[in-house]
């Protein structure tokens, strides 16, 4: 066990946060709510599945990497 001195600056250990893909909806029957299920890449390679509430998530938008445009100053034959 790490020990700490009164007064000394700390930051909360956290595990990285999960990014995957929507896989489907569960519903829980003791709250009502309606729950998600994600697939992803766990740190040691493995692919997981796990529920999530809707208000754990938020969206991951999508980057579109487009080709680059023609050298138009270009001269050609």
Avoid: H, K, W
């Amino acid at each position: 066990m790490v020990n700490f001195v009164q007064g000394e600056a700390v930051t909360q250990i956290l595990p990285p946060p999960i990014q995957g893909t929507v896989l489907g909806f569960g519903f829980d029957p003791n709250t009502g709510n309606v729950t998600v299920l994600v697939g992803y890449t766990a740190a040691d390679g493995t692919q997981q599945q796990r529920y999530f509430e809707q208000s754990e998530l938020e969206a991951t938008p999508v980057v579109a990497v487009e080709p680059p445009a023609p050298d138009l100053s270009a001269p050609t034959e």
